[in-house]
């Protein structure tokens, strides 16, 4: 039977951290009417999933915000509940809640008992105290390990955390002691993504006032060389671009996205791909909350699905299967593909193995560039 990934997305943040652009309300007070909500699109949307069943099977769901964390156990009961409802879920099932490490009390952890999360996947960003206040971080270094180090004590044995680098005052020193701290922690899963700011965020806002200095390119790629080569070190797969996992413990969830798999996304800003085509809802919660979705589709041609192939598929370890690009998208684009392609391969950041066409982990710090280079115009 296909299966397929739900995400959810969780609007809800006590305050905005100063590099996010995702959509959030500090809004506690319409937590309540949520989860009536998300069941509304869940037994509107069940059939949008490609399935042959009448209730589709899912393999991952993914509680993602925002702050997920902010629903009390009884809120994401009833979410589960709806879920249940609505739809089946593979037995090994891959069911991660995003947390924020201060949100993640003795308390809280213990009333989530029963609940079918599996996995949590932890915000942390740094373990430097100076750089967690400048860019907005409800917790500090100490709340971040004991938050990690609680969910071990409860049972869970999947966790990851995530870690930026280039951020505001961050040397290579700094991150340094963020990654061995990281690695002492011995955590699953971990994400670390170079900053990156939106127009408007308040770091975007800060940085143009002249209260911090950008990264350079020099610094950058120094952290995500050291990033790799420490964590591959210590045996973690760097199996995506930002991703690094120990055996068996990649995220099921992002690597179905990765993949070009089907996925159903609720909430307001929610992004759904059933195979073909895209659809998403508005980043309006007062509109989400009284069922108007106010959805927009993209039906795109051959070359933009290319393209897309080309940006997803190359950001990962397996890279692009020239035998499934031919098949699904035609010889001229197989061969298009091969012949951009060409001058990377005589530099050595491509190879091709087993059929497949892929970015040496160790020049995935120019994969943008690369991508750019093979996407169509």
Known sequence: ????????????????????????????????????????????????????????????????????????????????????????????????????????????????????????????????????????????????????RRCQAMGYDNLSIDLMMALPGQTMKSFDQSLSQALDLGVQHISAYLLSLEPGVPLHRALQQGRWQEAGEELSTAMYRRLHERLTASGYEHYEVSNFARPGFRSRH?????????????????????????????????????????????????????????????????GISLDELRQTLGQDLHDACLAAAQKWIEARNMHIKDGRLVIDPDSWIVSDEIIRDLMLV
Not at 107 to 131: K, T
Request: glycine letters at 6%; a negative charge.
């Open 1 to 148: 039977m296909d299966t397929s990934g739900l995400y959810i997305h969780v609007p809800f943040c006590r305050r905005k951290c100063g590099y996010c652009d995702f959509y959030s309300k500090a809004a506690a007070s319409l937590i309540d009417a949520y989860p009536a909500a998300l069941e509304a699109e869940m037994e509107e949307s069940r059939h949008y999933l490609p399935s042959p069943a009448e209730r589709p099977q899912l393999a991952t769901v993914y509680l993602g915000g925002g702050t997920p964390s902010l629903l009390s156990a009884g809120q994401l009961k009833a979410v589960f509940d709806a879920v249940h409802r609505w739809f089946d879920l593979t037995p090994e099932a891959e069911i991660t809640l995003e947390a924020n490490p201060d949100d993640l009390s003795e308390d809280y952890l213990a009333s989530l008992e029963g609940l079918p999360v599996n996995r949590i996947s932890i915000g942390i960003q740094s373990f430097i105290d100076s750089e967690l206040a400048f860019i907005g971080r409800r917790h500090d270094a100490r709340r971040a390990i004991e938050a990690v």
């Open 254 to 318: 992002n690597s179905a996205y990765w993949q070009g798999r089907p996925y159903l996304g609720l909430g307001p800003s929610a992004h759904s791909f059933d195979g073909q085509n895209r659809r998403w809802n508005a980043p309006d919660l007062a509109a989400y909350l009284r069922g108007d979705f106010q959805r927009q589709s993209d039906h795109p041609n051959r070359t933009e699905r290319y393209n897309e192939l080309v940006m997803v598929r190359l950001r990962c370890l397996e």
